[in-house]
């Protein structure tokens, strides 16, 4: 799988922990933000490999929210 696969899929991952399979698929919004995200960090989840799973979420979560409010 290419890295720019990997990184998508890892975010995206932790949002379909947080808010379930058919939310984030129907929500482009989701989708766009992981994009953006994965684009800023260069396709590259390396800085995320110290946290856990939940640590991880929260910080989508918050990075989430706040790229909606902008």
Avoid: T
């Amino acid at each position: 799988m290419k890295p720019e696969h990997q990184c998508w899929h890892f975010v995206m991952s932790s949002f379909v922990r947080m808010y379930g399979v058919p939310k984030v698929n129907s929500e482009e919004s989701f989708h766009a933000f992981v994009l953006e995200w994965c684009d800023d960090h260069n396709y590259s989840c390396d800085m995320l490999c110290d946290m856990s799973l939940n640590e991880i979420d929260v910080y989508f979560k918050k990075e989430y929210e706040f790229w909606r409010k902008v």
